[in-house]
């Protein structure tokens, strides 16, 4: 069974640092491309950042381009999500999601499992 956890989520004020992990119970890791998207009261889930299957290529969401940095590490089946300059824009939901092959996709339907979910909260 595939299990995805996210961990790392909090309460920060706007300019904070913040980094979230996620741990993959996938046996197969290293054939699923990885993102993390997120979901803010009132709206639709959105993507926000992924990762190829070796971890060569990373895409972003013009939003988070030059704060967040999205890296994997597949001796650990881990995925972290390093957020900078946070600003309350940033106050959702965060979910990391698996896709099996290597090619990445910003497409909710396209990823194959997901996490619950981990709150971050931006505000002064």
């Known amino acids: 069974q595939v299990q995805l956890v996210e961990s790392g989520g909090g309460f920060v004020q706007p300019g904070d640092s913040l980094r979230l992990s996620c741990a993959a119970s996938i046996r197969t890791y290293k054939t699923y491309s990885m993102g993390w998207f997120r979901q803010a009261p009132g709206r639709e889930r959105e993507f926000v950042a992924a990762?190829?299957?070796?971890?060569?290529?990373?895409y972003y969401t013009d939003s988070v381009k030059g704060r967040f940095t999205i890296s994997r590490d597949n001796a650990k089946n881990t995925i972290d999500l390093q957020m900078n300059s946070l600003t309350p824009e940033d106050t959702a939901v965060y979910y990391c999601?698996?896709?099996?092959?290597?090619?990445?996709?910003?497409?909710?339907?396209?990823?194959?499992?997901w996490g619950q979910g981990t709150q971050v909260t931006v505000s002064s």
């Open positions: 999601a698996a896709r099996f092959g290597c090619s990445m996709s910003s497409k909710l339907t396209e990823y194959n499992y």
């Open positions: 990762i190829t299957c070796l971890g060569s290529s990373t």
